[in-house]
């Protein structure tokens, strides 16, 4: 309404219209109306108390209806009700109003008197939390600063357990879990348990800028862990982080903090705990009594509030439960192996020298090449003193040494020749441990594969004939024709070059003895 006591006074201290209109915000056609008026009804400053603005408009405008009083005044509760649906907005509600307004004959209010009478009454009704967040469109996370030690039931010693906190903004229901660490794996597990315990997934995840959910939030864009962004995939839901040093953008979450610190941190400060089940438990405990505790405000408790407003607006869970995994980058090495922290498992030996990705669920073990799968094996719980290494992932030559045992041998030797098969095993035989035979038998076997089986037989059959405890220096003798150096001749305990110490005649004689 227009000042119009103010107008006066002024006009009385002689201002002129234009000072006036400045002062009292009006048009200068209404301070000249008002002026006018003023002077007709014999009007002038200054005025008694009881002439209140309300009686100068009654005076100046005396044909003129208020049509305030016969505007319809909008359901508050209506309205509050309805902006707590999705895509409803205060413009969309005010648009009905005014189409119900006119079906009825009624003058509705224009749009700012709509909204500032609603917010109004909001501020009044202590409602003003669905003003600010809608039912299943967000959930924020945190971990809790405030630690809880598990004790070692033999020495003593102690670890921190960490806290995780999850809020549904709406409701403030909200979840909390311990974890031995903060790492991506209890990370991903606490989003997965909070999502099960909720019984539904929120539009929208407002996280902390933690490195194990957020690679990088700067000022022109967001950069997600891989491991996090497949998790929101998933769920079919989007990750929103806080903005770095705003953490007003998930107030909740900071508060929840302090009241878990509070409520069930501090209240379990009395207990030892001796296991991470032990805690989690307590935990559980606790966080069902806060949930179920009234508000102290309004009537209800945050699990009510979550059922009767929020529940029904929350994405369904998905068929299958999610198996957390986490990503990472590694250089392959000569050992042709990638790493869980506990065991170490092969990839191609060929990536050797290239960057992977390595993708780590509690039961699997993967690595990718360029987006293609090259390596896959189930997940050993238990550390293990040699690598896992599967025999299409090694070079020929590796997989031949891994072939290496007694077995193998004879099998090998069995498949030359009955003759061939009698050296190997007494190469296996002659010494205190089968290994101490491994090398001669792989020479044996390698002129099989040089010479053919046929002649590695032949040869096996005439050295048996000269001796019954052959040695590889005496079979590669016979294996030369004649023209060409003998390798070594072993004369006693003693090893000589052939030709040098040995006579001519022998070298004939065991030439001949190996030509065909």
Not at 13 to 36: E, G, P
Not at 42 to 64: A, K, M
Not at 182 to 188: I, L, N, Q, V, Y
């Amino acid at each position: 309404m227009v000042d119009y006591r103010e107008i006066l006074r002024l006009k009385s201290l002689n201002y002129s219209q234009r000072q006036i209109a400045a002062s009292v915000h009006c048009s200068r056609h209404t301070i000249s109306f008002v002026l006018t008026a003023a002077e007709a009804a014999g009007i002038c400053w200054p005025l008694d108390e009881s002439v209140t603005n309300r009686l100068l408009h009654e005076t100046f405008y005396p044909g003129q209806i208020n049509n305030t009083t016969l505007r319809r005044e909008p359901d508050y509760a209506y309205i509050h009700n309805e902006l707590a649906k999705k895509g409803i907005t205060l413009t969309l509600l005010w648009s009905e109003y005014c189409d119900n307004c006119r079906a009825s004959g009624d003058i509705p209010y224009m749009y700012t008197q709509y909204t500032d009478k609603y917010r109004a009454w909001a501020r009044k009704t202590k409602a003003t939390m669905r003003i600010q967040h809608k039912p299943g469109d967000a959930a924020e996370f945190d971990w809790a600063g405030a630690t809880m030690p598990i004790y070692d039931r033999v020495t003593g010693d102690s670890e921190p357990a960490y806290f995780f906190v999850s809020v549904l903004p709406c409701s403030c229901y909200f979840y909390v879990e311990p974890f031995m660490n903060t790492r991506a794996e209890s990370w991903m597990e606490a989003h997965v348990n909070a999502f099960n315990y909720y019984g539904g997934v929120p539009r929208l995840l407002i996280p902390d800028n933690l490195k194990t959910g957020v690679t990088e939030n700067s000022r022109y864009e967001t950069i997600l862990n891989k491991s996090y962004q497949e998790l929101a995939e998933y769920y079919g839901t989007a990750i929103v982080p806080a903005r770095v040093h705003h953490p007003q953008d998930k107030s909740h979450a900071e508060g929840s903090v302090k009241f878990a610190s509070t409520w069930i941190i501090a209240a379990l400060r009395n207990r030892k705990f001796f296991s991470i089940s032990e805690l989690k438990e307590a935990t559980a405990e606790k966080l069902e009594v806060l949930n179920t505790q009234p508000f102290k405000k309004r009537a209800g408790n945050r699990r009510l509030a979550y059922l009767q407003e929020e529940k029904m607006f929350m994405n369904a869970l998905p068929a299958t439960p999610y198996e957390p995994a986490v990503w990472s980058t590694a250089l392959i090495l000569n050992d042709y192996t990638i790493t869980d922290r506990l065991n170490r498992y092969s990839v191609p030996y060929d990536l050797i020298g290239d960057d992977i990705d390595i993708r780590l669920t509690p039961k699997t073990v993967e690595a990718f090449y360029n987006g293609e799968r090259v390596a896959s094996h189930v997940r050993l719980k238990e550390a293990q003193k040699d690598p896992i290494i599967l025999p299409e992932h090694m070079p020929e030559a590796h997989r031949k040494y891994l072939s290496y045992n007694s077995d193998e041998f004879l099998r090998r030797a069995r498949e030359i020749g009955e003759d061939t098969e009698h050296v190997v095993r007494h190469f296996l035989e002659k010494g205190r441990e089968p290994e101490q035979g491994y090398k001669p038998c792989v020479s044996l076997l390698k002129l099989a594969d040089k010479y053919g089986n046929a002649r590695v037989e032949k040869t096996c059959s005439r050295i048996l004939k000269y001796s019954v405890s052959p040695t590889i220096v005496f079979c590669q003798a016979f294996f030369p024709k004649f023209g060409f150096k003998i390798p070594f001749f072993r004369t006693g305990n003693s090893r000589k070059k052939a030709g040098r110490y040995v006579s001519a005649a022998t070298v004939c004689f065991i030439s001949a003895c190996s030509m065909r």
